[in-house]
């Protein structure tokens, strides 16, 4: 046992009387600083814009989805929280430009650890996250978001789905950025 430790020692004595003044120097020194505590729910601050919150399912401009129900973003999920089916389009009933679109979305958010993987693994940037925070609930069935939850909003000029591509004549118009 060093002398410091000895309690009975001079050293250990002195450690006795001036461990607790330190102590309470800090909580001294903290009564004065400005209290951090923030007022949520009442005042709600914004996030870090790349804040991961709420999945969001974008659209092309003329409304059609983005979605093509490719699955990547499922089969990247560490938690097993997105469960997609994919579905043919046809000429007559048009989701998304393209062969496919995702007939079923649906993201478990009591399984999502908000990590982003998914995300990064979507080909189309037809999934991705909001920075709304804001996914509690008091039962497990509303945490478990269909597409019609996920999708993002109709803007002025789009077209809510199905219809025809508007904006090219094929999907390759659409990925390529050369839309009219
Ligand atoms: S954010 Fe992470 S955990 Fe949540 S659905 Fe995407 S991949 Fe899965
Ligand atoms: S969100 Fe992206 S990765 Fe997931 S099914 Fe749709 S297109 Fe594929």
């Known amino acids: 046992m060093s002398e410091s430790q000895d309690p009975t020692s001079p050293e250990g004595a002195k450690q006795r009387v001036?461990?607790?003044?330190?102590?309470?120097?800090?909580?001294?020194?903290?009564?004065f600083k400005k209290v951090v505590t923030e007022q949520?729910?009442?005042?709600?601050?914004?996030?870090?814009?790349?804040?991961?919150?709420?999945?969001?399912?974008?659209?092309?401009?003329d409304g059609l989805e983005k979605c093509i129900g490719c699955e990547l973003c499922a089969w990247a999920c560490p938690a097993d929280a997105i469960y997609v089916e994919g579905a043919s389009n046809t000429e007559d009933?048009?989701?998304?430009?393209?062969?496919?679109?995702?007939?079923v979305y649906q993201i478990n958010y009591l399984r999502c650890?908000?990590?982003?993987?998914?995300?990064?693994?979507?080909?189309?940037?037809?999934?991705?996250?909001?920075?709304?925070?804001?996914l509690?609930?008091?039962?497990?069935?509303?945490?478990?978001?269909?597409?019609?939850?996920?999708?993002?909003?109709?803007?002025?000029g789009m077209e809510q789905p199905p219809h025809p591509m508007r904006l090219?004549?094929?999907e390759g118009d659409y990925y390529r950025g050369t839309t009219r």
């Open 136 to 156: 509690a609930d008091d039962n497990r069935a509303d945490l478990i978001y269909e597409k019609s939850d996920l999708l993002a909003p109709l803007l002025p």
């Open 93 to 103: 009933e048009r989701f998304s430009p393209g062969e496919r679109y995702g007939r």
């Open 40 to 61: 949520y729910p009442f005042e709600k601050l914004p996030t870090a814009p790349r804040f991961h919150g709420r999945h969001q399912l974008n659209r092309w401009p």
């Open 113 to 134: 650890i908000l990590c982003g993987l998914c995300i990064e693994a979507c080909p189309t940037r037809a999934l991705t996250m909001t920075n709304e925070y804001e």
């Open 18 to 31: 001036w461990d607790p003044i330190a102590g309470f120097g800090v909580t001294f020194r903290t009564m």
């Open 168 to 170: 090219g004549d094929d």
